[in-house]
């Protein structure tokens, strides 16, 4: 009683480093997960109730998850990292992060579906496009852009949003589209105009600017077509959604096993289930499109074969990144 | 001067003090390792993953930041806005608190409680309130336009206004205590020797007054650069370091530069920090009599009156309208778009958010008695006992109000995401180090609210407590304790609304398994889901007045007569 109070201090004091001890010991997938919260929740639930296998999820954004499992290399923490643009997934192979597997499918995953040596897999697929404010474009008289060169018109001055090519996966896309299409040295010089003419801000993740335009912040956005049918279209705001016709970029969204995580076994269950029939019809809520050709595609949604689309290299784009980025913000000061 | 010799004597003396008591040494020495670990050691792997390039030491990260305007323009962008904020902020907290402290303005309970309502809010929610009201799409925009013509809420103007709305009320809670402190006689007294009431203002009021202006803003300075939500939300294309900084790591998985622009920010609030601590606050006019002060003057002239009141009114009106704003948006079916109201955004937010909800009510729950037990002992050693290091313990545990939020999320993963000397678990992803990260940087509040009730009770009470034969223990817990629980309580309160409202730093370390009201409502924000945002930005101010009432009632029920305690400053 007497050494009550400095024994409680201290007592309160440790407790942190013995509740640290603390690990649980019940099997439970840990997954990285790149989709927002709300969807990832929705393909997750419907995992969990399939198979009965718990799942623990953390959302962060591509870049985040690349961040977070280097920093883990030597004591990764969870098993599967779950969608993401593919050329964060690539990134990480290239660093020796990814453990190779090649999922069970009733189909055949094409070559730009997958790693050549299969440390990473697409599972659904979305083309850059533009979503445009309808209310707005009517009040300056202009169609909604169909080619590139479009966003240069005057009528869209100061009036396009996007997200910075280094923090977003989409914008990065957009990017390397340019670079692939006009070299780049031409495509920084086309984006120095665009950025001083046209650019109203840059957002920090790839959807930000379609409720911008919906809202009539801007009357442009640019992001992947899935995202502006499910988060602009068919929210209800006034958005039209165009492609520009030269040909335009797209996105695998990328699923991998983490090299050393703590339960490949069933985290390749996971893998192989989100490309069964099931599993990729529920990407019709989401309007993603789906690689497993029995799937069935969303109301409204585009297959990549509707729209004009350039061979676009995803390999290519993703071990230059660092190189391309650099060469922007040297260029563009942002 | 003391003499070496006597020196080398009192340190024996202490020395042999502390040996007579060895838990006191231990729990010393248990204190010293806990913010080695994760106060200073956090910071030190910010500056050596700076300078380290491919594991070798490097100064092209600092190299690079000085020659790309990329990254100087932000640092250059953080200046100007802390310097603006400081500046606006300042004249606010002044004008309010002269308001109430000098004029017979009615209702100033009322005021008083309006002006620091922002301090228990999340500080984004006046971001958040601004684009409600003043985007392009905001509520008054059309308004506004008529009258200023075209203009953008996001950019240097946005922020330095919702800014000065989220961080004035910081200097005015500075400047009230300061200027409550001055008598009010000396103004009348040069009154009644025949000078004017400008003459008065000017070569008595403000002089009396400088340190607490300096310092007020000083500590706006420090909050305005190193504030996170704000700039996320509304900054447009004005870059500014706290955000670039994260973007760096999270957006370029760039750790190295990351910690570099942080390193970037941490100077300019650290050299304000000294210079509040140890230059303005040593500078104090400010006298305590013992007699009751805080009396106002009689028969002020309108052209004082008038625009101390317009301040209180109009800052008043803003306070309303802002709040008032988020909570009509929260009920707007597709804010912008359709305003039909409806209660379908509650409905959602307690779907994807309820998880959200109890993470931030358990963690902030379980740190938060943590972090008052803690600071109130620091406190207890630093004022009471005799130690050697308790200067190093007294600054080492202030430390953390200087660093920004930023700096201490880069600095806990990188700290903890291995196991180390200091440290042998890994805590990244895991409930623990966001708990832990909240009582560390919570703790000059609760220190700080020890120290100020400790200076309220004469030592001489627990001497005489100690030479009828108690020992330390006996005498903290018996006679100490009691006495300052009141303060204790107020300590909790706000470290509580702390906890609760974090955001700058919290954002580098929360994990899918554990995650926070107020990174749930920036995700909201950032898809501009701004119904979604405002309900839930309301539920989170609801739980902080709920736990705040709780903590009244039972400060009630402790102490009779118990006095709050001034958390800043």
Known sequence: MKRAIFTSLLVA????????????????????DAFDTAEAKYYIDAFEKETGIDVEFVRMSSGEVLARVEAEAANPQASVWHAGSNTSHINAASKGLLAPYKPKTDFKLTGKLRAEDWAWTGFYSGAIGFVSNTNLLKEKGVKAPSSWDDLLNPAFAKNVAMAYPYTSGTAYTTYATLIQMLGLEKALDWWEKFDKQSIFQYTKSGTGCIPMAGLGEVTVGIAFSHDILAKGVNKGYPVVMTFP??????????????????????????IDWCYTVRAQNLFQKYNRLPVNPKATVGKGSLTLDQVKLIDYNHIWAGTNKKKFIKAWRDRIGK | MIKPGRKRQEIIGNLRLICKEPLLLVSILAIFYFLLTFVVSPIYMVIKTSLIVDKQFDLSNYLAIFSKRYYFQPFLNSMILGICTASTGTLLG???????????????RFFRLTATFPIISPPFVVALAAILLFGRSGSLTPIVKIIIGEYSIYGLGGLVLVETIAYGPIAFLVLYGVLQAIDPALEEAAMDLGASRAKVF?????????????????LVFIESMADFGNPMIISGDFRVLSVQAFLQITGMY????????AILLLTPTVTAFFLQKYWVARKSYVTVTGRPTGATIKGLEWYVKLPAYATCLLFTAIIFLFYGMVIYGSFQK?????????????????QVGKDYIFDSLTLSTLATPITGIVGMFVAFLVIRKKFIGRGLMEFVSMLTFAVPGTVVGIGYILAFNQRSV?????????????????????????????????????????EASTDLGADSNKTFRKITLPMIAPAFFSGLAFSFVKAMTAI?????????????????????VDNSQYAQAAAMSLLLISIVLVALGIIQVMVGRIGKGARTVSIVG
């Open chain 2, 422 to 462: 200091l440290f042998p678990f890994v805590l990244t992803g895991t409930a623990w180090i966001i708990t832990t990260l909240l009582i560390f940087r919570n703790m000059p509040v609760g220190i700080r609210s020890g120290i100020a009730a400790l200076q309220q009770i004469d030592p001489s009470i627990e």
């Open chain 2, 334 to 350: 597709l804010w912008g778009v359709d305003a039909t109201l409806t209660l379908k955004n509650y409905v959602e937010m307690f």
């Open chain 1, 245 to 270: 016709e030269e040909g335009t970029g797209y996105e695998i969204g990328g699923l991998s096993l983490i090299k050393g995580g703590p339960e490949p076994e069933l985290g390749k269950k996971f």
């Open chain 2, 254 to 261: 760039d750790l190295s530069r990351g910690s570099t622009l």
């Open chain 2, 94 to 108: 002044f004008a309010f608190a002269y308001a109430i402290t000098r004029t017979p303005i009615p209702f100033k």
């Open chain 1, 13 to 32: 004091v440790f407790v942190l480093s013995v509740f640290a001890t603390g690990q649980t010991a019940k099997k439970v997938l840990h997954i990285y």
């Open chain 2, 202 to 218: 000017s070569t008595v009021t403000v002089p009396l007054a400088i340190p607490g202006i300096a310092s007020a803003w000083l």
């Open chain 2, 504 to 524: 700058s730093a919290i954002i580098f370390v929360v994990s899918g398994r554990w995650n926070l009201i107020t990174v749930a409502i920036l995700g909201f």
